[in-house]
């Protein structure tokens, strides 16, 4: 089976793409091979040179021809990054989604944060024979009445609807995931009652809703897209120098 292959594009606070007038402005490059994925992630310098803005025009005919050369089939990027480049954050690629699934594993016990949506579609039709337990946080719980009757005639399995809080019963050491599709800057949980070594995993957020997850459970582990692609390629993403800056 032939590998999908995604292009990570991340600002790179404070860095400058050319040292000198006479050099090529520089995009660093890292190339990672997965098992079911290959990703190119590219750097961003946020100044094109000693603090100087980009042109957008030269900005955008540098990054697509740095797309041309990964010829990854998707490209991606996160919403700090397109706040920079003053562009909609693209939707992360369903396979990288289910990737970060298969990798971490569903849990005994299950939340999805979120209207109804392929992903979530994938989870409950092929990822639920381990789960004993299923809430759901959403605005209208009728829009999953097809789905929660499918699922206690095949599985015997309850579904629980609850917006806010989070109502766990059973075994108390068993492990919880939570899938969170909904965008904002605030969890619609109150993850402050999620157990210790709950795994939330965080599909569509930026970097403030993240810190905030994380400050109010800190014995929780938060993933998200951007996250493990910075892990997986090695990427230091974490200093803020300039940040404000926009392309001219």
Partial sequence: ???????????????????????????PK?????????????????????KKAWKEKELERKLLAELEKSGAQWCWYGKGTARFLGVKQPDIPSFFMEEMLHRYGVRERLILVGEPNPLFDFV??????????????????????????????????????QRNRVILSGDGQAETLVIDMEGGEYASIDVRELPGRSVYMDMDSGEEKGNRIVKRNKNIRYLSPESLLNKWCHLDTNAQNGYNTRVN
């Fill in 1 to 27: 089976m032939e590998k999908e292959s995604i292009a990570y594009f991340y600002l790179q606070h404070g860095q400058t793409a050319k040292k000198h007038f006479f050099e090529k402005p520089q995009m």
């Fill in 30 to 50: 890292v190339h990672i091979d997965k098992e079911n994925m290959s990703i190119d992630a590219i750097g961003i310098p946020e100044y094109y040179r000693a």
């Fill in 124 to 161: 409950l039709q092929n990822l639920m024979s381990r789960v004993n337990y299923l809430q759901i946080s959403c605005e209208e719980a009728e829009a999953y009445e097809k789905r929660a009757k499918w699922l206690f005639e095949t599985y015997g399995l309850v579904t629980v609807f």
